[in-house]
């Protein structure tokens, strides 16, 4: 084998982890965040962390009327929303910024209510920024005072912030 090989072989590992990390949501970001869900609605809602395709952990569960749950998380985790009382579900996502992007991160707001033709609708101060479709999801640039309130059928369902932290170690 010679040297030229050797090296190529040696990138090209490097290369696979990397991308597996990706795949896998292996954290690589700068950033953690310790995000809050907060319930303005009437029932429990439940917060799963969905660690791949096929698992999912519990996190806890927001009380009904004003209740939050805040979590240490890492960039590209994805956390699910469950209402105790109804059929509504929402998928969120956090990412970092944008590289030349003025806020600070990103929040990814997913309806998986398939059997729902109603939108999502992403609020900011009482101001619709954004909705989101069955396969379309929206995605907000948001800043650590940004309070995103989503909205379904005209109505409250969950807040949501969230406070970079940069990595001291």
């Known amino acids: 084998v010679t040297r030229e090989c050797q090296v190529d072989m040696y990138t090209m590992r490097c290369l696979v982890a990397l991308v ?6 292996v954290g690589v970001s700068a950033y953690d965040y310790i995000v809050t869900f907060e319930n303005p609605t009437s029932a429990d ?11 999912e952990h519990l996190m806890g569960t ?14 590209g985790q994805n956390f699910v929303m469950r209402s105790r009382a109804d059929t509504f579900r929402t998928m969120i996502q956090i990412d970092d910024k944008d590289p030349d992007a003025a806020h600070e991160f990103k929040l990814s707001f997913i309806n998986i209510m398939g059997e729902s033709e ?46 970079p932290l940069k990595d001291e170690l």
């Not at 969905?50 to 698992?55: M, T």
């Not at 927001?62 to 890492?74: F, M, P």
């Not at 609020?123 to 954004?130: C, F, I, Q, R, T």
Request: net charge negative; glycine share 10%; hydrophobic share 40%.
């Open 118 to 163: 109603n939108t999502l609708d992403v609020h900011y101060d009482d101001k619709l920024v954004g909705s989101a479709k069955i396969n379309e999801p929206t995605t907000q640039g948001a800043f650590i005072h940004n309070r995103l309130t989503l909205k379904y059928m005209g109505n409250e369902k969950m807040s949501i912030r969230a406070i």
């Open 45 to 55: 809602y439940d917060l799963y962390y969905i660690a791949s395709p096929i698992e």
């Open 20 to 25: 597996a990390a990706a795949f896998l949501g």
């Open 62 to 75: 927001v009380k009904a009327g004003g209740g939050d749950l805040s979590h240490n998380v890492l960039a």
